[in-house]
């Protein structure tokens, strides 16, 4: 079945940067693009950017340019995401995502498990 | 960027009540609406999506209806199990965004 598992929890001091994965199974890798999205403790859900499989063609969203970057390895259908620059308000739950689409419409699915990245000092 | 709200923020709901759960985008969004269902401690998954499509696999309580930019999500009949926070979502254009939760809890 179409899966996608993450990279287990990180902590994380203000400043630095962490990269979580996002291993993809059960279909083409390479047909799907990739969303990321956060949840901050008890907060509503964020979207970060998109990464197309094919082309590595990226789009983030404005509050994170410059911090963000998203990209893959298909030789392992793996997807990553790196945030630098961390400080204690990126503490959250962050999720990978495959972006399904129809004539009508794009939505998110499966989600990954989330990784749980906690910013500290 | 286009504005998701989504209303009410929380309800108390019994088992067996109709639910209707709203989401207003700041504009037009034609059929680019999904609906996500959250619950505690697990990551989102998709119920309907394009409006009205229902996800396979998703009981037939659910429905989703709405165009342009008023939508929303009906449950026919609450079941012990639809108790969860529920999302909108926008994808029409990036960033795509959410609303921001509709909590279902027991009455």
């Known amino acids: 079945q179409v899966q996608l598992v993450q990279s287990g929890a990180e902590v994380k001091k203000p400043g630095a940067s962490v990269k979580v994965s996002c291993e993809a199974s059960?279909?083409?890798?390479?047909?799907?693009?990739i969303n990321w999205v956060r949840q901050a403790p008890g907060q509503g859900l964020e979207w970060m950017g998109w990464i197309s499989i094919y082309n590595a063609k990226t789009k983030y969203a404005q509050k994170f340019q410059g911090r963000v970057t998203m990209t893959t390895d298909t030789s392992t259908s793996t997807a990553y995401m790196e945030l630098r620059s961390l400080r204690s308000d990126d503490t959250a739950v962050y999720y990978c995502?495959?972006?399904?689409?129809?004539?009508?419409?794009?939505?998110?699915?499966?989600w990954g498990p989330g990784t749980l990245v906690t910013v500290s000092s | 960027d286009i504005q998701m709200t989504q209303s009410p923020s929380s309800l108390s709901a019994s088992v067996g009540d109709r639910v209707t759960i709203t989401c207003r985008a700041s504009?037009?969004?034609?059929?680019?609406l999904n609906w996500y269902q959250q619950k505690p401690g697990q990551a989102p998954t998709i119920l309907i999506y394009?409006?009205?499509s229902l996800q396979s696999g998703v009981p037939s309580r659910f429905s989703g209806s709405g165009s342009g930019t008023e939508f929303t999500l009906t449950i026919s009949s609450l079941q012990p199990e639809d108790f969860a926070t529920y999302f909108c979502q926008q994808c029409y254009s990036p960033p795509r965004t959410f609303g921001q939760g509709t909590k279902v809890e027991i009455k």
């Open positions: 504009q037009s969004i034609s059929t680019y």
């Open positions: 995502v495959r972006e399904r689409g129809g004539t009508t419409s794009d939505w998110f699915d499966p």
């Open positions: 059960g279909y083409t890798f390479v047909s799907y693009a």
């Open positions: 394009a409006v009205s």
